[in-house]
């Protein structure tokens, strides 16, 4: 482009063209003046334009890099490849247009009647730049003969878009017709004049996985360790299995199997052998024993109320006790020298006494008689 203005020319004005947006804030620069070149010389430039914002949007100026001169006085110019020249006003705005999503959607091709399934919308021309794609809420996600689950959203994750749906339980409806699209509120990507769609098949014969899974984890259990295992067993038998059923009603036979599975009791432990201990040790004296301390501990260390399943546990406290007794050591007995006389043999020796006294007494008097001369 030739200068015009009276010797230099004094600004930087950039022009460059629009394009639709691809995740990148580069633009092409189809002509760029300088300032500083001399009126009446032919020299320009072509370049790269930087904008503030890889957004699909209007622009006035651009940060103009990479330029390359262009004209029959550029020989006399020169410029840098990597300088930047700074907020170069445009002759022209600059228009970034919104892209048209290529959307892919992914879903299994048939699905039970009432149960349910996951959508996937994928968008492939996201350029590299997952910042730039539509928030969640920004997409449209609708399927016919079914609805949203309960709780569930549009979740973004990378440049793919999912929902949980919950297929139709009506007999007569055949197939299911998933759409997505943009939403106007997109920033980079305008709504499709038609959404993209995808049909799903209804399975007529309802999916029993869930029941059998749910009757395999109750033949699993070990009956004998509950209370009452009959409520599991009615559940079991009350499951009928017939194609025709819409699924949610096949999934109120398994949840029926789970609830009476999680209302199950175990048996309490066995605390026999405890009391039998604890009796063994009552009936012992602790004078007797040199330390009876041990015998109390274990004693106290008994926890009532385990159930069947913590039976060694019960067992152990039991042994515990056993064992304490078993190791107690009796104190010593009492050894004595000096035996003294009991109060029996003390009480006696007046007696002995005086029978010796009255046994002398008779001798003498029997000696006496002999004596005297007879008449």
């Given at each position: 482009?030739?200068?015009?203005?009276?010797?230099?020319?004094?600004?930087?004005?950039?022009?460059?063209?629009?394009?639709?947006?691809?995740?990148?804030?580069?633009?092409?620069?189809?002509?760029?003046?300088?300032?500083?070149?001399?009126?009446?010389?032919?020299?320009?430039?072509?370049?790269?334009?930087?904008?503030s914002s890889p957004n699909a949007?209007?622009?006035?100026?651009?940060?103009?890099?990479?330029?390359?001169?262009?004209?029959?006085?550029?020989?006399?110019?020169?410029?840098?490849?990597?300088?930047?020249?700074?907020?170069?006003?445009?002759?022209?705005?600059?228009?970034?247009?919104?892209?048209?999503?290529?959307?892919?959607?992914?879903?299994?091709?048939?699905?039970?009647?009432?149960?349910?399934?996951?959508?996937?919308?994928?968008?492939?021309?996201?350029?590299?730049?997952?910042?730039?794609?539509?928030?969640?809420?920004?997409?449209?996600?609708?399927?016919?003969?079914?609805?949203?689950?309960?709780?569930?959203?549009?979740?973004?994750?990378?440049?793919?878009?999912?929902?949980?749906?919950?297929?139709?339980?009506?007999?007569?409806?055949?197939?299911?017709?998933?759409?997505?699209?943009?939403?106007?509120?997109?920033?980079?990507?305008?709504?499709?004049?038609?959404?993209?769609?995808?049909?799903?098949?209804?399975?007529?014969?309802?999916?029993?996985?869930?029941?059998?899974?749910?009757?395999?984890?109750?033949?699993?259990?070990?009956?004998?360790?509950?209370?009452?295992?009959?409520?599991?067993?009615?559940?079991?038998?009350?499951?009928?299995?017939?194609?025709?059923?819409?699924?949610?009603?096949?999934?109120?036979?398994?949840?029926?199997?789970?609830?009476?599975?999680?209302?199950?009791?175990?048996?309490?432990?066995?605390?026999?052998?405890?009391?039998?201990?604890?009796?063994?040790?009552?009936?012992l004296k602790k004078e007797d024993?040199?330390?009876?301390?041990?015998?109390?501990?274990?004693?106290?260390?008994?926890?009532?109320?385990?159930?069947?399943?913590q039976q060694t546990e019960v067992?152990?406290?039991?042994?515990?006790?056993?064992?304490?007794?078993?190791?107690?050591?009796?104190?010593?007995?009492?050894?004595?020298?000096?035996?003294?006389?009991?109060?029996?043999?003390?009480?006696?020796?007046?007696?002995?006494?005086?029978?010796?006294?009255?046994?002398?007494?008779?001798?003498?008097?029997?000696?006496?008689?002999?004596?005297?001369?007879?008449?």
């Amino acid at each position: 482009m030739a200068a015009s203005a009276a010797d230099e020319i004094g600004y930087n004005e950039a022009t460059a063209s629009g394009r639709t947006y691809n995740g990148t804030n580069v633009v092409a620069i189809t002509d760029f003046v300088f300032a500083g070149v001399f009126v009446g010389d032919e020299v320009s430039a072509d370049g790269d334009g930087i904008l503030s914002s890889p957004n699909a949007g209007t622009y006035t100026q651009v940060d103009a890099t990479h330029l390359i001169l262009k004209g029959k006085d550029k020989d006399w110019y020169s410029a840098d490849y990597d300088m930047v020249i700074k907020n170069v006003p445009l002759a022209q705005p600059v228009v970034i247009s919104e892209a048209e999503p290529a959307i892919e959607i992914k879903a299994d091709d048939v699905v039970y009647r009432g149960s349910e399934f996951t959508v996937t919308a994928e968008i492939t021309n996201n350029f590299d730049y997952n910042d730039g794609l539509p928030l969640a809420e920004e997409i449209s996600m609708t399927v016919e003969n079914a609805r949203l689950k309960e709780g569930s959203s549009v979740i973004k994750e990378g440049n793919q878009y999912s929902a949980v749906f919950v297929a139709a339980d009506d007999m007569t409806a055949e197939t299911m017709t998933v759409s997505v699209n943009v939403l106007d509120a997109a920033a980079n990507y305008s709504p499709l004049a038609a959404p993209v769609q995808k049909t799903i098949g209804l399975k007529s014969d309802a999916n029993y996985a869930i029941v059998d899974a749910a009757i395999q984890k109750a033949n699993g259990l070990n009956r004998e360790n509950y209370k009452d295992f009959s409520k599991v067993d009615a559940a079991i038998a009350a499951v009928v299995r017939d194609k025709d059923f819409p699924q949610k009603k096949v999934d109120a036979m398994a949840q029926a199997i789970e609830d009476a599975i999680a209302a199950l009791e175990y048996k309490d432990a066995d605390y026999t052998a405890v009391d039998a201990a604890i009796q063994k040790a009552e009936g012992l004296k602790k004078e007797d024993y040199k330390d009876f301390s041990g015998v109390d501990a274990a004693v106290n260390a008994v926890v009532r109320g385990k159930n069947i399943t913590q039976q060694t546990e019960v067992d152990a406290m039991a042994q515990a006790i056993e064992d304490a007794i078993a190791a107690l050591e009796t104190k010593p007995a009492d050894t004595e020298t000096d035996v003294p006389k009991t109060g029996e043999e003390t009480g006696m020796l007046p007696y002995i006494l005086l029978a010796g006294i009255s046994g002398a007494a008779v001798a003498v008097l029997a000696r006496g008689r002999k004596s005297k001369p007879s008449v």
